[in-house]
Every structure is written in C-alpha cells, then in structure tokens.
C-alpha cells in the first residue's frame, strides 16, 4: 500500500515537473522579451542622453521641413500680400496627427516583446493613411473654398488659397503615406533614417519650389500652383524610399504582406490614439480659425501679420516634434514593457527642454519682432500686426512647449484623454475670449492677449494632469499577441 501510494505520489511531482518546465518554456518570452539593440536602449539606457541622441537627428529633419514652408512662403511672397495671406490660411488646416498614433502602437507592441504585431502594425497604419489622404482630398477639393472664405479670405487671397490647396490637397494620399511610413520607423526608435531621407528630399526641394512657380531655366511658370506640386514631388519620392526601406528587412519593423490579415485589434492599437489625436489637430485648426476670422474682421494686412507673425509658432510645433517623436517612442516602449516610472521622467524630461527652447524662441521674438516679420514682407501695416501678435504672445510660447511635449508623452503612453481637454480649453479661451475682445475693444491686442492666455491654459493642465497620475487611471488595454509559429 505505501509502495504504491509513494509511486502515484512520484508519478504526480513528475507530471508537476515537466507541467512546470512547459509553462517556464511559455511564460519566458512574456516575462523577459528578446529585445534588438534599439530596443533596449530605449528601456535600459540613460534618459536624457537618447532623448537627445534621437530628438537631434529629429530636430534637423523638423527644421528642414519647416525651412521648406518658410521658403516656400517667401517666394509666394513674392507675388504680392494676397498671395501670402492665402497661402498662410491654407498651410493652418494642413497639419495631420494620426502619425503619433502610429508610432505610439509600434513602440508599445516592440516593448512587450510583440514583434509579429509590430510589422503588423506597419501595414495597418499604412492602410490607415491611404483612407486619410482620400478623405482629405474628398473634403478640402469638395469644401476648400468655402473654409476659406469662414476664415476670412477673400479676392487675391482667396484664389491663392484655393488654387494651393486644389493641387496639394488632390494628392493628399501621397502626404499621408509619406507621414505614415516615417512614424513606423520612428516608432522603432529610428530617428536617423527619416532625418537623412528628409534632409536629401529638402535639398532638392528647395530649388525645385521657385522654379516652379516663377518658371526659371526650362520650368514652366505655375505660380502659385507650382510650390504646391514641388511639394507632391517631394512627397511622392519619399514615400517610395521609406516603403523600400521597410519593405527590406533593415528596419526593426518589416514591411510584408506574406501572412498579412487585417486584424481589428490592431487597427484600433493606433485609431484609439491616432483618432483622439485627430480631434486634438481639428481643435488646434479650428482655433487658428476663429482666431483668423476675428483678425481678418480687421483687414488683410491684420490676417497677413498674423499668419506671419503665427508662423513662427508653426516653426515650433515641428521644433517640440522633434522631441516629440522620441517620447512618443522612448514613452511607449518603457509602457510596453511595464516601466511606468521611467516612461513617466522621459515625459518630464521632454517637456522641461521643449519648455526652455520655445521660451527662448519667444521671448527673442517678442524682443525684436521684425527681425522675424521683414523675412516676409515689409509692407508697415502687415508689420504693426505681427509685431503686436509677437510682442504678446511671443512670452506664452514656454508653456505652450511645455504642453506639447506633454501631448506627445501621453501619445506614447496611450492617454490623451486629458490632452484633449487642454485644447478644448484652449479652443474656447481663443474663441470666446478674442470675440469679446473683437466686440468691447476692436483691437488686434486685445485677441492676442485671449490667444496667449489660451497657451498658459493649455501647457498648465497637461502638466497638472500627468502630476496628478493621469496615466495610470486604469489598465492599458492592448491588442492581443499574435502567436508565433513553432
């Protein structure tokens, strides 16, 4: 009896054994991912140090971009303030944000050792950029000229804007796919390879722009139309290397369409971020908007030294971008692979250097405006209004950094509930506040005093909400691993 009751109890611990030893073969990949290289930089290395190795190649790539609407702007300039002011109304409602939703998934998926997911993800977010572009093609070919008109464009201005926006708004998709592509990579962590094929793309840009639109050498004369379609051009062949890039395994993340199912999970992996941040775009647009219909209500030189004088806070969206897209990364994958704490000072790290470098830029600014306005134009009555504009909301741009850089954090983190609510306050200040400004004063500084105030309000409560633990609120869900064959 007990040599039998001592075999059943040596069969059952073997049986527990090898039960163990199976669950430990299952359980290993979970509880310590195979992470590459890049990875693991982003979780084990110093924060501050590869914030600022990939936020300088991000940087230079941000400012290329923006130095190509500067020139752009410039040349256009060139054809008279209608043709500015148009262009300035335009270039407000072209911005995307989907691309951060993308990153953020990536980063998420490659930090909790999904990598099946992770060049999964790379083809949804590119179907989700082909569905953008269409629709934005659809609504600005469809409704453009009238957007503009609420604005506040009208004549010249208006015909510039509507001629720029029917070319470049016609090959939308090319944008998105561009915008798309790059946010995959940077997803990974690979800051470096966007910033090569963007700084290469500029150098040719540059020089195409004006010879298309004043028609130099053997280029036709475009005119307006021809910034646009240099722009496409530009678009066009970045697509194509990063989809090359992808496509050939260098990338952490490859491109293919062996075994590839569409899967819910993970198109909702990116929309549930992507699409929040789309309404946060929406409201930023549509409070550039309103604050352009109220100073258009004082004439088109009002709108011109405000979309010049506004520009330079164009210039720093891309500036904090180039942050921003390292914390979306270096956020999401400590996220990804449980290191809240860490995600948490990379966020606060971002944001305090975002802060130091707009506030620099705008107190410069504010300091001596027409050394940024007379780039432009020297016409005196578009220089009284963008100095104004300058001279008062010049100091806001701190915060204003500030609270960007904490919306590409929670980007990465998946949380961006409280980031909506900022520009939603944002939203209403500019609007309420300029329109009682516009009624009791009729002065251009007093919108401007509602539009600083709106940036105060805007960094203050992204701020507030990541101290007070917005992040971790609940679970963060994600999509399910796809099983790896054996």
């Known amino acids: 009896m007990s040599t039998a009751f001592e075999s059943a109890a040596n069969a059952a611990a073997s049986t527990a ?165 790059a946010n995959v990579i940077r997803g990974t962590g690979n800051m470096a390879f966007p910033a090569l094929v963007t700084c290469v793309g500029v150098a040719v840009l540059i020089p195409l722009s004006p010879c298309l639109i004043f028609g130099w050498g053997p280029f036709p004369k475009f005119g307006v139309a021809g910034g646009a379609f240099a722009v496409l051009i530009y678009y066009a062949a970045g697509s194509a290397v990063f989809a090359a890039y992808l496509y050939s395994g260098r990338s952490v993340v490859r491109l293919t369409l062996k075994g590839f199912h569409p899967r819910w999970p993970l198109f909702a992996d990116i929309l549930r971020v992507g699409a929040v941040a789309a309404l946060i775009t929406v409201q930023t647009n549509l409070t550039v908007a309103i604050a352009t219909a109220l100073v258009g209500a004082l004439g088109p030189a009002a709108i011109a030294g405000y979309g010049v004088g506004s520009r330079l806070e164009y210039l720093l969206i891309p500036l904090v971008f180039g942050l921003g897209g390292p914390l979306v990364a270096l956020v999401g994958t400590n996220i990804g692979a449980h290191r809240k704490d860490r995600a948490v000072r990379a966020a606060w790290i971002g944001a305090a250097i975002a802060a130091g470098l707009c506030e620099l830029i705008g107190v410069s600014a504010a300091a001596a405006p027409r050394a940024w306005l007379s780039l432009f134009d020297s016409a005196p009555e578009m220089l009284d209004a963008g100095s104004r504009y300058l001279q008062v909301v010049g100091p806001a741009y701190g915060l204003f950094g500030l609270g960007m850089a904490l919306y590409f954090a929670s980007q990465g983190a998946g949380r961006l509930l409280w980031p909506f609510l900022a520009n939603l306050t944002r939203l209403l200040i500019a609007a309420v506040g300029g329109y009682v400004a516009l009624r009791v004063s009729g002065s251009l500084t007093g919108i401007f005093i509602a539009l600083a105030v709106a940036l105060c309000a805007f960094g203050l409560i992204n701020a507030a909400a990541l101290a007070g633990g917005s992040w971790f609120v609940k679970p963060l869900r994600t999509a399910r691993p796809r099983q790896e064959p054996a």
């Not at 060139?78 to 980063?107: E, I, N, R």
């Not at 950029?129 to 009238?146: H, K, P, S, V």
């Open 17 to 181: 054994t090898a039960c163990d030893a199976r669950s430990a073969q299952i359980a290993t990949p979970l509880a310590a991912p195979r992470y590459d290289l890049r990875t693991r930089a982003l979780i084990e290395g110093p924060i501050a140090l590869t914030l600022i190795q990939l936020a300088a190649p991000n940087i230079l790539v941000m400012l290329a971009q923006s130095s190509v609407g500067l020139v752009e702007t410039y040349f256009i300039g060139k054809l008279g303030t209608d043709a500015l002011a148009g262009v300035a109304l335009m270039q407000m409602m072209s911005a995307g944000a989907m691309g951060g939703g993308m990153s953020s998934a990536v980063a998420r998926a490659l930090g909790a050792g999904r990598r099946a997911d992770a060049n999964a993800l790379g083809l949804h977010a590119l179907i989700i950029g082909l569905g953008f572009g269409l629709i934005f093609t659809i609504a600005l070919r469809l409704e453009g000229e009238r957007l503009y008109m609420v604005m506040g464009g009208s004549g010249g201005s208006l015909a510039a804007a509507n001629t720029y926006s029917n070319v470049i708004f016609t090959g939308a998709v090319l944008v998105w796919l561009f915008n798309s592509l």
